[in-house]
């Protein structure tokens, strides 16, 4: 029985195809053993990185004298649990200084926004300005709301856009920070508001993710598109 002649073409390319087909990927090669000296040199480069990391003065003398009394066995001057202790204190003072210098940053801000013509500032410390109005319908706390917006630092820094990512956001209204709730209300549909949101309107002493800092101010453009589901 003859073979149609499409099966025979296959047949017969497939030695060549195996042939040409590119070798699997080699398995990397185990790193070679470092010396002595760059293994203790890299703990040095690790360590140095993580004390930079935490933000707190360093005394690298005492960094030092600690490590050497430590891991040499002498007697220190504190106890392991003193040790941790006295780090945990250090942090905990460093973001009490941060939150209390955020704070005063942020009501600075708020306060010289307020003077500015077309700055509507409400009870709740909440301030906006009319970029477009909307004659649409206004939203209650309960509903579900789409929207375009662009949320920044005071310094100007975005940490987050429906533009960019170029589609709305649709979420119930009662299910976002306290800012944007009270802000929304206020708008009807096709209207865009800027929006500026003392902390506690917004991620309050917690602050969120990377960007936001505890304490921070934040500035929306929020643009309502349209009053129930998407």
Partial sequence: MKLPLAL???????????????????????????????LNYA????????????????????????LGEAFAGKPT????????????????????RKLAANLAAGKSFLASNAKRSGVTVTASGLQYEVLTPGAGAKPAAT??????????????????????????????LDQVIKGWTEALQLMGVGAK???FLPSELAYGEEGAGDDIEPNSVLVFDVELVSIGAK
């Fill in 193 to 195: 508001y800027r929006i």
């Fill in 43 to 66: 703990f040095g480069m690790i360590l140095a990185a993580n004390l930079k990391s935490t933000g707190l003065p360093i005394d690298l003398e005492q960094v030092y004298l600690g």
């Fill in 143 to 172: 509903d579900t709301v789409t929207v375009h917006y662009e949320g920044r630092l005071v310094s100007g820094k975005v940490f987050d856009s429906s533009y960019q990512r170029g589609e709305p956001a649709t979420f119930p």
């Fill in 77 to 96: 001057r504190m106890s392991q649990a003193e040790a941790g202790q006295a780090i945990q204190a250090a942090f905990q003072a460093a973001q009490e």
């Fill in 8 to 38: 025979c073409l296959a047949l017969c390319l497939v030695p060549a195809l195996v042939a040409q087909a590119p070798a699997a990927p080699a398995a990397p090669a185990a790193p070679a053993e470092p010396s002595e000296a760059d």
